[in-house]
């Protein structure tokens, strides 16, 4: 099993920026790629980006490319999503997730965060 906890989520406004920690315990995260997404009411959630600790790949939707960076720190077992630029679209609430493959698909994640919510104001 592994526990996931989501933080940093907050008020910001347009142009600013905000960094969410996913930080893990239970099983080691580091054989996990982790997933970050959001979702806003009425809507599916949606693909943020994804990075797998070990072959250093990181990817990212193309809503946020250029603007959110992910990292990670496996001394601290944490995933962090760096937000910059922040657009009142980019309102959601934030969700990590670990799973076995780098995909975009939400459904095939195991084990996920409760959310963070994140407002940009206009």
């Known amino acids: 099993q592994v526990q996931l906890v989501e933080s940093g989520g907050g008020l910001v406004q347009a142009g600013g920026s905000l960094r969410l920690s996913c930080a893990a315990s239970?099983?080691?995260?580091?054989?996990?790629?982790t997933g970050w997404f959001r979702q806003v009411p009425g809507k599916e959630r949606e693909f943020v980006g994804v990075?797998?600790?070990?072959?250093?790949?990181?990817s990212y939707a193309d809503s946020v490319k250029g603007r959110f960076t992910i990292s990670s720190d496996k001394a601290k077992n944490t995933v962090y999503l760096q937000m910059d630029s922040l657009k009142p679209e980019d309102t959601a609430v934030y969700y990590c997730?670990?799973?076995?493959?780098?995909?975009?698909?939400?459904?095939?994640?195991?084990?996920w965060g409760q959310g963070t919510q994140v407002t940009v104001s206009s």
């Open positions: 239970g099983r080691t995260f580091s054989n996990y790629k």
């Open positions: 997730a670990a799973g076995n493959l780098a995909t975009t698909n939400s459904a095939l994640y195991v084990y």
């Open positions: 990075i797998s600790w070990s072959g250093g790949l990181v």
